[in-house]
């Protein structure tokens, strides 16, 4: 199974960036899809962006669209979470997922650490 390390996150304003990084330490594949995933206190986990990496195609979740972005960094198994024009409902814990399959990825459970993204005044 791929490790993951998420990294990158930290406090900023509302309409700041911040961009994660989520290190794999495996190989297709095992990463052919990757997610970002989120979790606020007291809700449950959500779906960010789930990559194929294979072709680089990413669906978003309608809240994130138009100002966050995916990219990768084949040589370094990095997947990024870009994100901009952060909202205080942004605020979570980040996690990333990795999966030879849609389905594995969406049903992920092997959590790391995470990421906290804090966005408030």
């Known amino acids: 199974q791929v490790q993951l390390v998420e990294s990158g996150g930290g406090s900023v304003q509302p309409g700041g960036s911040l961009r994660l990084s989520c290190a794999a330490s495996g190989s297709t594949p095992s990463n052919n899809y990757m997610g970002w995933f989120r979790q606020a206190p007291g809700r449950e986990r959500e779906r960010v962006a789930i990559?194929?990496?294979?072709?680089?195609?990413?669906a978003y979740t309608d809240s994130v669209k138009g100002r966050f972005t995916v990219s990768q960094d084949s040589a370094k198994n990095t997947v990024y979470l870009q994100m901009n024009s952060l909202k205080p409902e942004d605020t979570a814990m980040y996690y990333c997922?990795?999966?030879?399959?849609?389905?594995?990825?969406?049903?992920?459970?092997?959590w790391g650490q995470g990421t906290q993204v804090t966005v408030s005044s």
């Open positions: 997922a990795a999966a030879p399959d849609l389905n594995r990825v969406l049903r992920y459970n092997a």
């Open positions: 990559t194929d990496t294979r072709t680089g195609s990413t």
